[in-house]
């Protein structure tokens, strides 16, 4: 799941929550919405390791690789049966991660930028945004974690084929870096500070 689609989801998690709260049973949220709603993922020793989609989540707990450790207080109607959405599952074997930095990837750059344009900070969904080399490819630039980084079609069509100190008022917000475990971590304490449920995992 994209930092953006996440972000986007956990505002309208704060809405059903306040229902709950009035009617004191566990909301209904539309299934679309819901299986696509972020879950802390923890390793078998309970140290967070990744973000997922609910849907991946379901998956996970229904083959028995994970439990359920924090459920989200919705629940998925399937046929005749109710799902208690999870919100924080761990895995039952434990899993090694590499402390190394991760594959370059379109994904891991939306990552590590937090789904933000690096020029103007505006946040969208992933379908929404695009890589931008800094240095463009044309004039010398490579392909690396510091030449990438996510940016709007509006900054990359303003940018074009030029180099920032040619452009009037237009700079990166910060200076791209590898994305490691130690950025992945960040993130997901960010997205996890306002909610209870993946503080305890995420705040130590």
């Not at 707990?61 to 359920?68: H, S």
């Not at 969208?124 to 990438?148: A, F, K, M, Q, Y």
């Not at 200076?175 to 449920?197: A, C, K, N, V, W």
Request: charged share 25%.
């Amino acid at each position: 799941m994209s930092l953006g689609k996440a972000m986007i989801h956990a505002r309208k998690q704060k809405s059903i929550a306040r229902a709950t709260a009035y009617t004191g049973e566990p909301a209904v949220a539309h299934s679309n919405h819901m299986l696509q709603m972020p879950v802390l993922v923890l390793n078998a020793s309970y140290e967070p390791i990744n973000i997922c989609g609910a849907r991946r989540a379901l998956v996970l707990v229904l083959k028995g690789i994970a439990r359920t450790e924090e459920e989200h207080g919705l629940t998925l109607h399937a046929q005749r049966n109710r799902i208690a959405m999870p919100s924080v599952i761990r895995l039952l074997e434990y899993r090694r991660i590499p402390h190394q930095t991760r594959a370059l990837s379109r994904k891991n750059i939306l990552l590590r930028d937090r789904n933000s344009c690096q020029y103007c900070g505006v946040v969208l969904p992933s379908s929404e945004l695009t890589l931008d080399h800094v240095i463009p490819r044309s004039r010398g630039g490579n392909s690396t974690w510091e030449n990438l980084v996510a940016c709007c079609h509006a900054c990359n069509r303003r940018k074009g084929n030029r180099l920032l100190h040619e452009i009037d008022d237009m700079t990166l917000l910060r200076e791209p870096r590898p994305f490691s475990l130690h950025t992945s971590r960040q993130i997901m304490r960010m997205l996890g500070r306002g909610d209870d449920r993946w503080r305890k995992y995420l705040f130590y």
